[in-house]
């Protein structure tokens, strides 16, 4: 068995930003301490000893948005949150003045992509927040910072209206990380980081690997030359020994039998 002691509100904590100059600027505020009780939260806000309209944040409860009446004003403006429970209340000042609270989102889509033929270069792209209502008007600077993953330090350039830079010294084959900030060009406070992106600068595809194959060719067929066009001539019939020495004694024979009649 547990028993909560329920508490009255404890000072809240109040912090103001503006991400959305000049339209206007948003406050939040949050208990640092449980009361274990439903509290409620009640806003005030003053400039020039005017009250300003509070409007409540839709999704966050603990979260109103306020319009700047005028720009480049010299007057603080006051903001007091109370919170409020059935044990008691407690309250918190916050004053301020318009330029320490302008404090842009991080800049988006930020790209980087190797440049063909180049092994030490890297081109980075990226997009105004898109909170920053008039960035004609008013332009937003951008600090760059890059290393390659194989080290802690970072190397850092300022970029004064413009959303594109190239890397010049990076190192060939090596993977790198990327972020920027983006600040109003004369007030605020620098954003927060970029979400991060890796890069590797162009790598030359290496050459395909040769091989010396030995390929076994089959055995020629030699092939007999072309015979003459000639017909072959004929033949003699072959004369047999019998019929050489018939031949040889025919005359002789026929001398002894003139002489024998």
């Known amino acids: 068995l547990f028993l909560l002691c329920v508490v009255p509100p404890q000072e809240p904590k109040v912090t103001c930003r503006s991400n959305t100059y000049p339209k206007g600027f948003y406050c939040s505020w949050h ?45 603080p403006y006051k903001v007091n949150v109370t919170a409020v429970n059935a044990l008691g209340k407690a309250s918190a000042t916050l004053s301020f003045e318009e330029s320490a609270i302008v404090k842009p989102d991080p800049p988006e889509r930020v790209t980087a992509s190797p440049i063909r033929l180049n092994p030490r270069r890297l081109e980075v792209s990226w997009h105004s927040p898109a909170t920053w209502p008039d960035i004609d008007t008013f332009p937003l600077k951008y600090f760059l910072r890059y290393r390659p993953l194989i080290h802690d330090k970072w190397q850092h350039v300022e970029l004064l209206d413009s959303t594109s830079h190239t890397i010049t010294d990076a190192y060939a084959g090596k993977e790198y990380i990327i972020q920027i900030a983006a600040k109003d060009t004369e007030i605020g406070t620098w954003s927060d980081w970029s979400v991060a992106v890796h890069a590797t600068p162009w790598i030359e595809d290496p050459l395909p690997i040769t091989t010396t194959t030995e390929v076994d060719f089959p055995n020629e067929t030699k092939t007999s030359p072309i015979p003459s066009s000639k017909a072959p001539q004929k033949a003699e019939p072959p004369v047999g020994r019998a019929a050489r020495v018939v031949t040889f004694f025919s005359p002789l024979l026929l001398g002894m039998m003139l002489f024998l009649l």
Do not use: G, M
């Open 31 to 75: 208990l640092t301490h449980p009361t274990y009780i439903p509290s409620s939260f009640e806003v005030d806000v003053q400039h020039n000893q005017h009250s300003l309209y509070v409007q409540k944040d839709p999704v966050h409860k603990n979260r109103c948005h306020v319009q700047f009446p005028e720009v480049f004003s010299s007057s």
